[in-house]
């Protein structure tokens, strides 16, 4: 069985610093993928950033960076110069190879004060 | 707006009454999720279809709960005799199946509230 882990509850970040949101998995899968999703207030989940366990390239999109540290099992997203518009939830999934069905984390809430 | 529409938005219902929430997914995406998702939690999934086809169901998907998409476009999630429990945000979601990549992103609707009294 997959899990994932979103160790903080809340974080809160200054606009324009850049802010770490922790992310653990844990899968007996040798192929799988990792996604971060936002989700302000009206509910509604955002694909943010991708990362496959192949890929020997942290992800990038953006201002959003993905460090994934795969001996660790880590996937960590990093938002750079944060903005007002980016408080909301923050969600790590995963899925295993060939299958979409994805298993989220509990979320961490992030605030950006101005 | 051609994103995933989600139908009612919220829904204050007895318990044991039956309700019923509409998905209209994006119209070029075969694939079609179900997620509930309650307060301080992250979505858990709940079925999948792929077409008219009904692939996958949770264990959460209890006897009162049942999924159709009977024509391969929208889909509907009905849940009889509510109960309390039953209290939750229910997402929905799709994606396009063209493909074995992992990358597909899923696209998800703003969600249904469902409150049981």
């Known amino acids: 069985a997959q899990k994932i882990t979103q160790t903080q509850p809340g974080m809160f970040v200054q606009e324009k610093e850049a802010v770490t949101l922790d992310c653990t998995y844990d899968?007996?899968?040798?192929?799988?993928?990792l996604f971060w999703y936002k989700q302000p207030s009206s509910g509604e989940m955002i694909f943010l950033i991708y990362?496959?366990?192949?890929?020997?390239q942290n992800a990038t999109e953006g201002r959003y960076s993905l460090n994934f540290q795969k001996a660790r099992k880590s996937a960590n997203l990093v938002i750079s110069a944060s903005q007002l518009g980016d408080s909301a939830m923050y969600f790590c999934?995963?899925?295993?190879?060939?299958?979409?069905?994805?298993?989220f984390g509990k979320g961490t809430m992030l605030l950006v004060s101005p | 707006d051609t994103g995933v529409s989600q139908d009612p938005r919220h829904k204050i219902t007895k318990r044991g009454q039956n309700v019923t929430f509409r998905c209209d997914p994006i119209?070029?995406?075969?694939?079609l999720y179900w997620y509930r998702q309650t307060l301080g939690q992250g979505p858990e999934f709940l079925t999948y279809?792929?077409?008219?086809?009904?692939?996958?169901k949770s264990r959460l998907l209890s006897d009162r709960f049942s999924a159709e998409r009977p024509k391969g476009s929208f889909s509907t999630l009905e849940i009889q005799r509510t109960e309390q429990g039953d209290s939750a945000m229910y997402l929905c979601?799709?994606?396009?199946?063209?493909?074995?990549?992992?990358?597909?992103?899923?696209?998800f609707g703003e969600g249904s509230r469902l409150t049981v009294l």
């Open positions: 979601a799709s994606r396009t199946g063209i493909g074995q990549t992992n990358t597909g992103e899923l696209f």
């Open positions: 899968t007996s899968d040798q192929s799988y993928g």
């Open positions: 990362q496959g366990s192949y890929d020997e």
């Open positions: 999934a995963m899925s295993r190879s060939g299958y979409s069905t994805l298993t």
């Open positions: 119209s070029e995406h075969n694939r």
């Open positions: 279809f792929q077409n008219e086809a009904q692939l996958e």
